[in-house]
C-alpha cells in the first residue's frame, strides 16, 4: 500500500469535511442573523401606534393655533406641544430603525458595541423626553385643553400657580440629572441596573443582546451550540 497516497487521500477527505463543517456553520449562522432581524422588525407596529395615538392630538393643536395664534399666550405652549407630538416619534422612529438596520453580521464585539451606543442614545432620548415632557406636558397642556375645550382662560384664574409651577419645572430639570449622573456612576456595573435600562431601552434591545450572547456561544463551539440548538426544536 502507497503510505503517500493513504496520506494524501485521507488530507483530502479532511479538507473537505472541513470545508462542509464550515458552510454549515455559516449557514445556521446566517439563519440565526435572518431570525432575529424578523424579530427586530415586528416593534415596527409602535410606529403605527404613536401614529394612531399622536394624530388626534396634532389635528386638535393645529385647530388650536389657527384660532389663538394671534395670542401668545395660549400659541406658545400649543407650539410647544405641537413640536413634541411631531419631534418625538420621529426620534423613536429613527432609533427603532437604526438597530433594525444594523449589521449583525459583523464581529460580536463589534456590534456589542454598537448596540450599547444605540442603547445610550435611547437612554438619553428618554431622559429628555421625560425631563422636557414633565414642562410641557403639565401647565402648557392644561392651559391649552381649557381654553380649547372649555372656553377656560386659566392665566386669569390661576395667576399665581402657573409661574411657579414652570420655575419648578425648570429647576427639575438640573437636579434630575445630577442624580442620574451620580446613580449611573455608582451602578454601572449592578447586573440588576443593567437589566433596568434595557428594559427601559426597549425590547427590542434586550432581545438583541440576547442574541449576541447566543452568537458568542455559537463562535465559541459551533457543535455544542447546533445541537442544543436542535434539541430546542424538537
Known amino acids: 500500500m502507497d503510505l503517500d497516497l493513504l496520506k494524501a487521500e485521507w488530507q483530502a477527505r479532511d479538507q473537505r469535511l472541513e470545508l462542509a463543517v464550515r458552510m454549515n456553520t455559516q449557514m445556521l449562522r446566517l439563519s440565526l442573523l435572518e431570525q432575529h432581524r424578523r424579530e427586530i422588525a415586528k416593534w415596527g407596529w409602535v410606529d403605527k401606534y404613536e401614529i394612531i395615538a399622536g394624530t388626534p392630538v396634532f389635528i386638535y393643536l393645529i385647530w388650536f ?50 448596540l450599547a451606543e444605540h442603547k445610550a442614545r435611547r437612554l438619553s432620548l428618554l431622559k429628555w423626553a421625560f425631563l422636557l415632557g414633565q414642562i410641557v406636558w403639565f401647565i402648557p397642556f392644561i392651559l391649552v385643553l381649557f381654553k380649547g375645550v372649555f372656553g377656560v382662560d386659566l392665566y386669569l384664574k390661576t395667576s399665581n400657580f402657573i409661574g411657579p409651577s414652570l420655575l419648578g419645572g425648570f429647576l427639575f430639570i438640573p437636579l434630575a440629572i445630577g442624580m442620574s449622573k451620580l446613580l449611573s456612576g455608582r451602578l454601572q456595573h449592578s447586573a440588576r441596573f443593567q437589566a433596568f435600562t434595557d428594559m427601559l431601552a426597549g425590547n427590542d434591545i434586550i432581545r438583541s443582546r440576547q442574541f449576541l450572547a447566543r452568537i458568542a456561544q455559537f463562535e465559541e463551539t459551533p457543535e455544542e451550540f447546533s445541537t442544543h440548538t436542535k434539541n430546542q426544536s424538537n
Do not use: E, Y
Request: aromatic share 10%; with cysteine.
Open 65 to 114: 393655533l389657527s384660532h389663538h395664534i394671534g395670542n401668545w399666550q395660549f400659541a406658545l405652549p400649543a407650539f410647544a406641544l405641537l413640536v413634541w407630538t411631531i419631534a418625538m416619534p420621529i426620534c423613536n422612529h429613527r432609533l427603532r430603525h437604526a438597530l433594525q438596520d444594523m449589521d449583525f453580521g459583523q464581529p460580536v464585539t463589534v456590534v456589542q458595541k454598537q
